[in-house]
Antibody, heavy 117, light 111 residues
């Protein structure tokens, strides 16, 4: 059974940094692309970033480019999202997802990031 | 990049059927999309992947009440024999080489 468990969320001041983790199990982690998707309170889903199975290809939404960095450690079956220069508008629940054939096919339960002074 | 358009809300009676629509922007009418369901307070759940031909591939354990179809740039999710647990937000998603996009979501109310 595919399981994805996010961690690392919390309260951070504007301009601060946070690193999210996504621990994966139940599948061959290195064989799948992964992505981060966020959802601001009361809003819809917004794609944030994606990474290929080998970790050498990365993609970002314009809203986070230059501030967020996606990475993965296939030896630990874990994906990361390093978030710098955080803004109030980054406040959201952050979900990690496994990508199969282009689509986000399995989702984690999410971790809440709140950017506020 | 593609844009996906969804109606903000829909409603239908318990036991009836409903057809939700996701429309792809010009130049992207052949894109494959995915449908996701998000019940209140829960994480999204993948429902199916849907091609422009109308062929679809459902996620594991999804009841037969859920089906997909396509017409031109429109992608549809049909839910038959509506149950109370189908009340949720439904999002479509598409992607190309460098990006992926979600529609704004449709809030389905089961009356």
């Amino acid at each position: 059974e595919v399981q994805l468990l996010e961690s690392g969320g919390g309260l951070v001041q504007p301009g601060g940094s946070l690193r999210l983790s996504c621990a994966a199990s139940g599948f061959t982690f290195r064989s799948y692309g992964m992505s981060w998707v966020r959802q601001a309170p009361g809003k819809g889903l917004e794609w944030v970033s994606a990474i290929g199975g080998g970790g050498d290809t990365t993609y970002y939404a314009d809203s986070v480019k230059g501030r967020f960095t996606i990475s993965r450690d296939n030896s630990k079956n874990t994906m990361y999202l390093q978030m710098n220069s955080l803004r109030a508008e980054d406040t959201a629940v952050y979900y990690c997802a496994q990508v199969q054939g282009g689509a986000n096919c399995y989702w984690g339960q999410g971790t809440l990031v709140t950017v506020s002074s | 990049q593609p844009v996906l358009t969804q109606s903000s809300s829909a409603s239908a009676s318990l036991g009836s059927s409903v057809k939700l629509t996701c429309t792809l922007s010009s130049g992207h009418s052949n894109n494959i999309i995915a449908w996701h369901q998000q019940q209140p307070g829960k994480a999204p759940r993948y429902l199916m992947k849907l091609e422009g031909s109308g062929s679809y591939n459902k996620g594991s354990g999804l009841p037969d009440r859920f089906s997909g179809s396509s017409s031109g740039a429109d992608r549809y999710l049909t839910i038959s024999n509506l149950q109370s647990e189908d009340e949720a937000d439904y999002y479509c998603e598409t992607w190309d080489r460098n990006t992926r996009v979600f529609g704004g979501g449709t809030k389905l109310t089961v009356l």
